[in-house]
């Protein structure tokens, strides 16, 4: 696979240098995305780790959230990290009043499962697909999946500690995500899977 996918950053919140760095270093073009004619433009998106209910309200505000759902239900492949996994869930637990989500996988997931910004942590997770070596990952304010539907294809799961079997990363069709944050490490692994699965989309379409 040789082409090289034009992979928006969804650009109103949290590490999009670091993900734009990572998907570079994968083999893609990133562009920032804040408006719906940005978002027209890419091949693939990023929604990065943040705030879900900032992301949400921020997404309302730039007149995102429609437009971003109509491309994602049109096929657009989409990547979640962190809060970016809240977004594309289609259930939310541990919301805020009214909290709404662009959706797309068949999940639902827990914010702030793995407590609060004291409790972050790192740690090894076996993530399928992505080499025998297990991903450092690092898991800040992280959610959790609770449950699945029959669609989602489970790539990870916590090994260790009080939380062990718990989801932090998972697939369905073109849309992917995970509970911690990959664009944090210089292992992008994450994203060189996430990069190949926008060219192999490209070549389809």
Not at 33 to 53: A, F, K, Q, Y
Request: net charge negative.
């Amino acid at each position: 696979m040789t082409a090289v996918p034009t992979i928006g950053v969804l650009a109103l919140q949290g590490d999009v240098r670091e993900h734009a760095r990572a998907l570079e270093e994968a083999g893609a073009r990133t562009v920032k995305v804040r408006r719906p004619d940005e978002l027209e433009r890419v091949d693939g998106l990023v929604l990065p780790g943040g705030e879900s209910t900032t992301m949400w309200r921020l997404a309302r505000s730039f007149e995102l959230l429609e437009p971003l759902r109509k491309r994602i239900e049109a096929g657009m492949p989409a990547y979640g990290s962190c809060a970016g996994m809240i977004m594309l869930a289609d259930r939310i637990r541990g919301g805020a009043a009214g909290q709404e989500t662009v959706g797309g996988i068949d999940m639902t997931v827990r914010r702030n499962a793995f407590g609060r910004q004291v409790d972050s942590f790192e740690a090894a997770v076996p993530l399928t697909g992505m080499g025998d070596t297990p991903y450092h990952a690092v898991f800040i304010r992280a959610p959790w999946v609770e449950s699945v539907g029959d669609a989602v294809e489970i790539l990870g799961r916590a090994e260790s500690g009080p939380n062990a079997g718990r989801i932090v990363a998972v697939r369905q069709g073109r849309l992917m995500a995970t509970a911690f944050h990959p664009e944090l490490t210089g292992d992008f692994r994450v994203h060189h899977y996430f990069a190949d699965l926008v060219r192999r989309t490209t070549e389809e379409d």
